[in-house]
């Protein structure tokens, strides 16, 4: 599949918010910090931005933060609108259920292009099975774990010095 491999700062200038595409070095180096302006030539002007414009806006912030193309993303609205309650709130819970989404949360990986990499390489298994599909869902109840043959990395030991010190959300156990 197809995905956005340029410049991630680039993507958070032009949104203007900090997206935390790059994991940890968000926090330290961001070119946000410094070059505040949107990429390009004509990055220093001012344009008034319509109401359309700002809805744009935010949808590609959510795009880009779950690291999503266009044509999925429209799919999972197209889920959420079709089930009961409200459906940005129903998107939401959507995005945040993705296997991707999900491992980063956990704090296996540092972002969520590194938790990406983690599942296509076959490192985690969800209920028990081997998955390299990132946009699988994961329900309430499943568990996620680490194969028995890729523990034995680097990776893994750095990363279980490093889980203590990191907030799990609630919703995760």
Request: include cysteine.
């Amino acid at each position: 599949m197809a995905r956005y491999t340029e410049a991630a700062c680039r993507v958070c200038r032009r949104s203007g918010d900090k997206l935390f595409l790059k994991g940890a070095k968000c926090y330290t180096k961001c070119t946000l910090d410094r070059r505040s302006r949107p990429p390009g030539q004509h990055g220093q002007r001012r344009a008034r931005v319509s109401d359309r414009g700002l809805q744009l806006r935010e949808k590609q912030k959510a795009r880009h933060t779950y690291g999503l193309l266009e044509r999925q993303f429209r799919r999972f609205f197209e889920e959420a609108a079709r089930q009961q309650g409200i459906t940005g709130e129903n998107l939401q819970v959507l995005l945040e259920r993705r296997l991707d989404n999900v491992v980063y949360r956990l704090g296996f990986a540092d972002s969520r292009p590194q938790a990406r990499e983690l599942i296509q390489h076959g490192h985690l298994m969800l209920n028990g099975r081997p998955t390299n599909v990132p946009s699988a869902l994961v329900k309430e109840g499943d568990t996620i774990s680490w194969k028995e043959n890729k523990t034995k990395t680097e990776y893994y030991k750095q990363l279980v010095e490093s889980i203590k010190a990191k907030l799990v959300p609630g919703w995760l156990s």
